[in-house]
């Protein structure tokens, strides 16, 4: 079942003259790019199903498909990083994602405007991983703190703004300019990687194990599209259930076949190295928290709190600039003092903001909310890129491309199961409240069944909160196996 591939040995390029900056830049307008997209059309869900004339499930798959090739494609990312060059790669993912948003752009249908989203998709899924792994390779693990917390930065800056400038163009133009806006910022940023971007990584060409990618197209993709699309069908559906079942036993079978291959498309051997391990374990939890917060958030706002869907992106505007700001600074204070002086309070501080957000009612000011955001965000800066490097610092050089896939499949597979998971507890919550109320069909009893909905799923939140806590004081600062660190570049 293997293609016949010679897996020769490369041999790595000279770093020693390598200019990180413009690499670096590169990098960072091809992410913000493709994050600021994504959330670019969360805000106009409601105009495209009248533009399209469709329902809400079917609308959702703009987002459900999108989350799906790329939980479907990062996990291969590790082998086509040893086919291909890191230019090739970043190239070729920002071209498939320009393609995809103007298909998207110009979309007379919504099967159309489906194409061009997929399109767009298999783009970030090819880009998110290499970003990663190229800072790996081009920065010594002493610098490697600043340089995450700068993608950092862009990955949490470009959600951030995204809601709010979709609020401003759905209220002045239609929504094709949300694909429109885009497509100037992708050949820049095209033109700016074909001047400046350089090979950094080791071709070694491994052999190609079909067996393996069907397993994981399989696994990956049944796992995020039945817990994706269970809000809407329900945990009952049979589609919902099948497919979850269908993808653990072909993810099951994908992880005895990587354990067994001597050239694997996911290196699992990566968990042997005990840090990688527990930040990954780390990750995963606070990723479903994560995830599950920005939707539940928006829903209570302009459900509860009645607020617009602009409104609602301007209240959780400060949140995100904040946490962008904080993620180099976070970086900074990553490469001087280690990871255990910023992974444990930052935990601390995402369960006291969920805490607090278990007792916010209907009657809550929109500055009290703002807060309690800005206090959650501020945590996962000081968790999230630290916790990641310090994992990935531990791993030898030739896993860097099998890390960096691990940990953004995970992230994709942990944001679906941890939305559908507090989706579906705030809508039992919600449906218990009302069978109890007086007058189920009164407005005001409407809103306060979604409060008791929103409180029981942060309640789980909280839990799960804990759990991240206890595993991040196990968090300590780690080095690459020896005779790694001396590979890595001098440049500056």
Sequence with gaps: MNASSTGTKGTAPDLSKIRRGPIVVALIIGAFVAILNETLLGNAFPDLMKAFDVSASTIQWLSTAYMLVVGVLVPVTALLQQWYTTRQMFLGAMILFLIGTIVSATAPEFGVLLTGRVIQALGTGLMLPVMMNTILVIFPPEKRGGAMGLIGLVIMFAPAIGPTVSGLIMDSLSWHWLFYLVIPLAVFSIIFAAVYMKNVSEITKPKVDILSIILSTVGFGGIVYGFSSSGSAGWSD????WTIIVGAIALLLFIWRQLVLKDPVMDLRAFKYPMFALVTILLFVLMMTLFS????LPMFLQGALLMTAFKSGLTMLPGGVVNGIMAPVAGKLFDKFGPRVLVTPGIILVVI????????GASASTGYVVTIHIIMLVGISLVMMP????GLNQLPRRLYPHGTAILNTLQQVSGAIGT???ISIMSNGSKDYLKGSSDPNSPGEKVQALVAGVHNAFWIGLVIGIIALVIGLFIRRTRPPEGEESRAPAGH
Excluded at 238 to 241: A, L, Q, R, S, T
Aim: aromatic share 18%; net charge negative.
């Design 353 to 360: 903001a969920i805490w607090m957000f278990t007792g916010v």
């Design 387 to 390: 916790a990641q490097t310090t």
């Design 293 to 296: 917060t920005m939707t539940l």
């Design 238 to 241: 049979p589609e919902v259930y």
């Design 420 to 422: 559908a998971l507090f």
